[in-house]
């Protein structure tokens, strides 16, 4: 099996068996995997689980191309890692030699729509006006590439290419759009959105695939975290209004990202702090500002007041948050603080077992440390004691031979004395 091979593991899906297959190189040409990559711990993909069941069976009724799967990434951890996965779960479409990310939100219909998209040509042509009307009708926004061979072309299909995982690209000839859509020359791209047209301009709006990463939203939009995540690219500043039901009001303004957000629980974890609900939050995708009005905002009024404020930097808005290296430490904190919550919250065992066992270990190394020393310096003090009694027996062992030598020395004196006497009379008898 090739380095590039990899396997769908099996899963029965709501009756619909995907049996596991190889895809190597000479057989996965033509094939259309949407390929979810999870831990059986993770409970985010707990709760994926029954929706990419519903993905897996709408697409096989549909008669789609696109196969579906699902690998356990952490028993198959070198095919996750040749794919890029670094987090779960992670939703792929494998086509070809090529592997798209997904970074929608995790609902049945916008998977179900990213797999379609993806899975065919990455620009399609738009052959009649009923067709550009259907599509219009049906994409909230599209980009359409109008005109003949061209350079602008090469790069139009270059960053379709790049791009399709977000949005649909089109091309067309200009008797397909009806009569009061004028462009200035040709080639052209266009991109449809909130009921109008915008043109690009290659000497104003910088290149291309910037241009199209920018206005790929709508001026007005629900906001989720993955929306959110998106806009980050952009580099725009995004209004957010944290409401409790959604409001249909759109409000449209080029330079500016509009949008409601359900609930304050994302944006809260987002700032690390607390957003009352309803409230209005302004958020600078380029360096992770954020600003907040200094009272409620219940008025269009105060509302466009707030707006001017934060745009004119005004001592009257103070920004939070950022990227600096304090806001950083802040945030890796939070985050740890966040992901050790989350998973005694889904899985309390669990959580005892990943925290509890290392905590375990390290208190029985440092215990360990501890006793070794104190038994070293047991070891210490009773050879130091060992050697010190050995010093004192010899000491006393010297002064007893001493003793013994002054003692030893008259005794020997008084015998010569003695023997001295005794041999004088002797002496004198022999004489």
């Not at 996750?80 to 219909?109: C, M, Q, W």
């Not at 944290?242 to 700032?271: A, C, W």
Request: hydrophobic content about 35%; proline content about 4%.
């Amino acid at each position: 099996m090739g380095s590039h091979a990899y396997w769908c593991k099996a899963a029965r899906l709501q009756g619909l068996y995907i049996r596991a297959v190889s895809l190597g190189p000479e057989s996965r040409s033509g094939s259309r995997w949407d390929v979810l990559f999870y831990a059986p711990w993770c409970g985010y993909c707990k709760k994926l689980e029954p929706i990419w069941n519903e993905v897996g069976l709408e697409l096989k009724i549909s008669g789609s191309p696109v196969r579906v799967g699902k690998m356990d990434a952490t028993a198959y951890s070198g095919m996750s890692s040749e794919f890029g996965v670094r987090g779960y779960p992670t939703i792929k479409l494998l086509k070809g030699d090529l592997a798209y990310n997904y970074k929608g939100p995790r609902t049945k219909d916008d998977i179900i729509e990213f797999a379609n998209r993806v899975a065919g040509p990455a620009v399609r042509s738009l052959p009649s006006k009923e067709m550009f009307e259907h599509m219009l009708k049906r994409h909230n926004v599209l980009f359409v590439y109008v005109g003949g061979e061209s350079p602008l072309k090469e790069k139009y299909n270059d960053v379709a290419s790049e791009l399709i995982v977000y949005t649909h690209f089109f091309s067309a000839l200009e008797q397909v759009f009806p009569e009061s859509l004028t462009l200035p020359e040709l080639p052209a791209v266009v991109v449809f959105k909130d009921g109008g047209y915008f043109t690009y301009d290659e000497y104003e709006d910088a290149s291309l695939s910037s241009w199209v990463n920018r206005e790929r939203f709508q001026g007005y939009l629900q906001i989720d975290g993955f929306t959110l995540y998106e806009l980050g690219e952009t580099g725009k500043l995004v209004a957010i209004a944290v409401i409790d039901e959604k409001d249909p009001t759109e409000e449209s303004d080029r330079d500016f990202q509009f949008g409601h957000m359900d609930g304050n629980d994302y944006i809260n974890s987002l700032i690390m702090g607390e957003v009352a609900v309803p409230s209005v939050i302004i958020l600078n995708t380029s360096n992770e500002q954020y600003f907040l009005p200094s009272e409620a905002v219940g008025t269009m009024e105060q509302l466009v007041h707030f707006i001017k404020s934060v745009l004119n930097g005004s001592a009257q808005v103070r920004a939070y948050g950022g990227d600096g290296f304090i806001q950083r430490i802040k945030r890796i904190a939070f985050d740890a603080k966040s992901t050790i919550t989350s998973v005694f919250r889904s899985s309390p065992l669990l959580g005892c077992f990943l925290f509890g066992l290392p905590l375990g270990v390290i208190s029985l190394m440092c215990y360990g440390i501890c006793t070794a020393e104190s038994d070293y310096g047991s070891d210490d003090t009773d050879a130091l004691k060992r050697l010190t009694d050995e010093e004192d027996e010899d000491e006393e062992e010297e002064q007893e031979r001493e003793q013994s030598a002054e003692l030893e020395g008259p005794e020997e004196d008084e015998l010569e004395g003695e023997e001295g006497a005794e041999k004088d009379p002797a002496e004198k008898k022999t004489d």
